[in-house]
Each structure stands twice: as C-alpha cells, then as structure tokens.
C-alpha cells in the first residue's frame, strides 16, 4: 500500500500500474534521448572537420579557376594567331593550286582538242565503213525479209491447209475416208498388191475397208478403220468433273459399238480369219484408250478385235508379210526342187567343160614352151652367126676356100 495525496493505494491497483508505466517509459525516452544527443555529438566531430576541410578544397578551386582563365586566355590568344597563320598559309596554297588548275585546264583542252580532232577523224573513217557496212547489212536484211516473206506465203498456206483437215474431220463421211485412205497407204507400203482387196464384199453382203488374204490358218482378215474423234474431242476437252463423267461414257458407247459391229459383220466361220482388225488412224486416241480404258481393250480380246494404231499396224502387217512369203515359199517348194534339179546338171556340165578347157590350156602351154625352146635354139645360133669374122682375102692358088657350113678335110 502506498499513500499518495492522502490516498492509500494498493501496488496492484491498475491505476498504480499505468502511472507506473508511463513514467517508466518517460525515463527510457530521456535517456535514449540523452545517448542520440551523445551519439550525433560524435558524430558531428568529423562532420566538421571534413567541411573545414572542403573549405580549404573550395578556396584552392577558386585559385585553379583563376589560373585556368588566365591559362584559357593565353591558348585563346595562340589560337587566334595560329588561326591568322592557317588562314594565310591556306590562301597562299589555293592560289598555288588555282593556278596549278589552270594551267592544268589549259593543257587538258588543248589534249582534248586534239583527241577531238583525231575522234572525230576517226568517226568519219568509221562512219564511212559503216555506211558500206549498213548498205550491205540492209540488203541482206531484204533478202531475209524477202525469205520471211515466202515463209509466211507457206504458213499461210499451211494454216489454210489445217483448215481444211479440220473441215473434213469435222464430217464423219469425209473422216471416215480420211481413216480409208490412210489404211490404203498403209497397207500398200506393207504387203503386195495382190496379197489384199480394198472395199471387199463378203458373203453377208457387208463391204470391208480391207481384206488380206492370208493363207488357211488364219484365213483372211478384214482391217476396218473407225475414228472416234467426237467423243474423243470432248473427252480431253471437258472442264469440270460432270462434262468429263459424260465424255467417258460417250467414248466408252462409241468404241464398244464399233467392236460390236467389227465382231458381228466381218468375223465369218469359213470365210474369214477368228478376229478382225478396228484401225484407229490416231496414235492419240489410241493412246488414250489402252491408257485410260483398259476394260474395252480386253473387251475387244473378247470379240476378236485387234486394235491397231498407224504404227502398230504397220508392225502387224510386216508379220503378215512374213506369213504371206513363207507360204508362198511352201506353194513354190516342187518348182524350188525342179530348178535346183536343172541347177545340179548346169553345174555338172559347167565342170566337164571347165575339164576339158584346162585340158585344152595344158596343151596349150606345152605348145608354147617348145615354142620358146626352138626360139631359144634359133636365137643362139644367130648370135653364132653374128660372131664369125668374115674379112676380104686375096685370091690364091694355094687357098682353098671352104664352104660355108663345112669344115676344112
């Protein structure tokens, strides 16, 4: 308990504790604030020294700064008389090189006076070539345009000419004579003339395009040309999926109804060969339908039909050729045998005759060497003759004159 203006108070009493409390804490400020003040005492100490310090650096600045603006008016003053001396000696030199240039100037169009002169000689030489040069270019640029000219006659000529197939494969009379006409060359370049008919009838009244009589087997064969060039057109002229559907099956009805037709009018029994031959007289369309048709070329193995091509067509008809001579050849066996009969006994004779003329030449020739023998003799005995002396003698009873081819006795 503790007594305070006459109050007891007991030291648990809240109020007790507060005061206690507050003034505990009063103290602990003051006394905080009583080493702070300590604290920036100390270190305020150097504090000041370093501004003593920088003072004393402030004051020997100001003194730099006025050397420096003394020193900076003496580089201002070398400067400007440096300057008065570039400047003289720069204007001394532009002068020098001024009339260095003009000097240089005057020479150099003089030289190109003189260089203009020479070009100009120069100019005129080459013009003057050059003008024989062009008048013979021109000339042959005539004769080109004159062979341009003619080319252009022959293509013009030539278009019309294209025009003009076109027009008639544009008809299906005048493209089926077309596909005629090219089997008719065809077929007479491969075979003999008598070894195929052109327009042949048969039997059951149909006209074939050509029929080749080959001999049993096969028999005869009917060539046909067909030319699909509609539907072959629209095929490969169809822009959208629908135009080309159409196209397909327009080309597949035509090519079908041809081997039909092929298959029915010119394969006989009896009469003609087990197939027959459709001629497309276009590579292309050929091409197109063993490319893009595989199921109608079987189907014309089926029928019988053989599909050729101009090319492929010449390659069979030179097979058949081969036929035709080998049983020609056969039909000719009996002749072949009586002639090389007759050959065998021309060759016999030939060998007696040969016989009896080498005997006639080994006659011969013993004739001429006892003929050379007897010349040999002949001639030794007048070189005999040439060599005796024969001179002039006198008259004499006592010589005897002997006879020529005699001796003395």
């Known amino acids: 308990m503790i007594e305070i203006a006459g109050t007891e108070m007991a030291l648990n009493d809240p109020v007790i504790l507060i005061v206690g409390g507050i003034v505990a804490l009063i103290l602990l400020l003051l006394f905080m604030s009583l080493r702070a003040s300590n604290r920036s005492a100390r270190m305020a100490e150097p504090l000041a020294r370093q501004m003593a310090h920088l ?6 600045l100001g003194q730099g700064q006025e050397q420096l603006r003394g020193g900076l008016q003496h580089v201002s003053d070398t400067q400007a008389n440096a300057q008065v001396q570039v400047i003289q000696t720069v204007e001394s030199r532009l002068s020098s090189v001024q009339q260095q240039m003009n000097d240089r100037l005057a020479d ?3 030289k ?9 000689e ?4 080459s013009l003057h070539g050059s003008s024989k040069q062009t008048a013979t270019s021109l000339t042959q640029l005539q004769e080109r345009l004159a062979a341009i000219d003619k080319a252009q006659d022959n293509i013009t000529k030539l278009s019309g000419d294209v025009l003009s ?3 008639i494969l544009s008809n299906k009379q005048t493209r089926g004579a077309f596909g005629e006409i090219q089997l008719n060359d065809i077929v007479s370049k491969a075979l003999p003339s008598d070894s195929f008919q052109l327009q042949a009838t048969l039997s059951n009244g149909r006209r074939a395009d050509c029929l080749i ?4 087997p096969p028999g005869p064969i009917v060539i046909d040309s067909k030319f699909p060039l ?14 080309l559907k159409a196209a397909v099956q327009m080309f597949r009805t035509t090519v079908r109804k041809h081997l039909t037709d092929i298959s029915q009018k010119y394969i006989l029994d009896g009469e003609t060969a087990d197939g027959a031959l459709m001629f497309l007289p276009s590579e292309a369309v050929y091409a197109e339908l063993h490319a893009k048709f595989p199921e109608l070329v079987q189907e014309s193995f089926s029928k019988r039909v053989w599909i050729v091509s101009p090319t492929t067509c010449m390659a069979t008809l030179n097979t058949m050729r081969a036929i035709l001579k080998d049983a020609r050849m056969r039909e000719q066996a009996g002749a072949i045998r009586k002639e090389l009969g007759m050959l065998h006994k021309d060759v016999e004779r030939l060998e007696d005759r040969v016989s009896n003329l080498d005997r006639h030449f080994g006659q011969a020739a013993k004739d001429i060497s006892d003929i050379k023998i007897s010349a040999e003799k002949a001639g030794r005995r007048a070189q005999r003759l040439d060599n005796f002396d024969f001179e002039e003698l006198a008259p004499d009873e006592h010589t005897n004159v002997v006879p020529l081819g005699k001796t003395e006795g």
């Open 122 to 125: 120069r100019m005129k030489e």
């Open 213 to 216: 009589n080959l001999p049993n």
């Open 108 to 110: 150099n169009a003089m």
């Open 55 to 60: 003072g004393q650096h402030v004051q020997q």
């Open 112 to 120: 190109s006076a003189r260089a203009l002169a020479e070009m100009q």
């Open 165 to 167: 197939l076109q027009d």
């Open 230 to 243: 509609e539907a072959y057109e629209s095929l490969i002229g169809s822009t959208n999926d629908m135009e």
